[in-house]
């Protein structure tokens, strides 16, 4: 039904939370097979643009903590725990749709590891379109499970981590506002 006067007042306000890069980091993905020494988080505007360097935040991602520098693997691989993808595995991750029909993939996430494991081991598994990015928010506020997800997705997904718990609205609005292509899988 229609809201009378008293209720339209008494509605919440949805104005956006006024963010100059204080919510949001981002772990930006590594090109290539070599690991190069990881950027430190930036800061994510409100208007999605990257602000700079956020300093006193832990530097995350595969062997970061034996190696904060990065590290030139040899042919083996296998001596540092990492495998390439079996030849065809995943081949849609390198490869870019026709320019008028690229697609970023958003999840997003609020401290369940489990339930997300199985969202993109299946979503990798299913997925045979060309996807231009892979971006995850996380935003359970904890440090423990953004380094999980790093550690886990972070040579996949682009990872904004909120600071603090912001909320579903916040979240996505985030996600969406770095997303530069004509279409999103959300």
Known sequence: GKLNASEVANLPSLVAIPDHGEHTVVYETIDGWTQEARPMPR???????????????PRMGFMSATNPNGFQPGEDFGAIGYERPAPGGFKHLWMRAPEGRRVTVVIASCGRLAG????????????????????LVEDSGDWRMAASLIEEFGDVFDILVNKRRMGQLFSLDKAYSVVETDYIFH
Do not use: H, K, M
């Open 43 to 57: 800061a994510v505007l409100q208007d999605g643009s990257l602000g700079g360097q956020v300093e006193g935040l």
């Open 116 to 135: 997300l494991r199985r969202t993109i081991s299946s979503l990798l598994a299913a997925n045979d379109y060309p996807v231009d990015r892979w971006v």
